[in-house]
């Protein structure tokens, strides 16, 4: 039969524009996300964190916005440049005392010159 | 720190027989984690450990997979007798905590 790969989000910028990558989590017990960048042919790279006790946190180039409110992630890449392409995943831990990672389906970027 | 560092990069087998993953975490870690990432099902955590105990292992798929960690700086994921539905990438991670750190992976096909 056919197969069918999971057909992911896509997000097209132009260099030097900012991004803006959505996640929508599924536990309101979790109390820990981070956001990872893929690389094509590479493994998953943690880019940043953010506690449930935090609505913001920055660092380079990056922002993660929490709103537990409604359970969204998203993250901000501030002048998106060419080695930014590649595939996006947020991932919540569930809380309970377990470092079990759920990751979301990923969002692939691709940044236009 | 050389990161986590995966081996082999890339196996091909035939089914039917033996594939073993290699993996040597970051020094320091108390957590290591066995991922596999296909286009069908993205990516699936098979098991994980915590000071070289296995703490969840509701991923694995069926017996034909197993995973050791003897000591706190090497761990195996073993596929034995493999299948062509194994195909995938294979993650290794490792992390203090929450916080997860991976490596290059190993590119497996089964033929």
């Known amino acids: 039969g056919e197969s069918v790969g999971l057909h992911l989000p896509t997000l097209s910028v132009q260099e030097g524009d900012n991004s803006i990558i959505n996640c929508a989590y599924s536990?309101?017990?979790?109390?820990?996300f981070i956001w990872y960048k893929q690389e094509s042919g590479k493994g998953p790279q943690f880019i940043i964190d953010?506690?449930?006790?935090?609505d913001k946190r920055q660092g380079q180039r990056v922002t993660v916005l929490l709103n537990k409110t409604v359970k969204h992630l998203s993250l901000q890449i501030a002048a998106t440049q060419p080695g930014d392409s590649a595939v996006y995943f947020c991932a919540e831990n569930m809380g309970g005392g377990g470092s079990r990672l759920t990751f979301g389906e990923g969002t692939q970027l691709t940044v236009n010159p | 720190d050389a990161g986590v560092i995966q081996s082999p990069r890339h196996e091909v087998t035939e089914m039917g027989q033996e594939v073993t993953l290699r993996c040597k975490p970051i020094s320091g870690h108390d957590y290591l984690f066995w991922y596999r990432q296909t286009m069908m099902r993205g990516l699936e955590l098979l098991i994980y450990?915590?000071?070289?105990?296995?703490?969840?292992d509701s991923g694995m798929p069926e017996d034909r997979f197993s995973a050791k960690m003897p000591n706190a700086s090497f761990s195996t994921l073993k596929i034995q007798p493999s299948e062509p539905r194994d195909s995938a990438v294979y993650f290794c991670?490792?992390?203090?905590?929450?916080?997860?750190?991976f490596g290059p992976g190993t590119r497996l096909t089964v033929t």
């Open positions: 450990f915590n000071n070289n105990v296995p703490i969840d």
């Open positions: 991670a490792s992390g203090p905590g929450y916080e997860q750190y």
């Open positions: 953010i506690r449930s006790n935090m």
């Open positions: 536990n309101s017990a979790s109390d820990y």
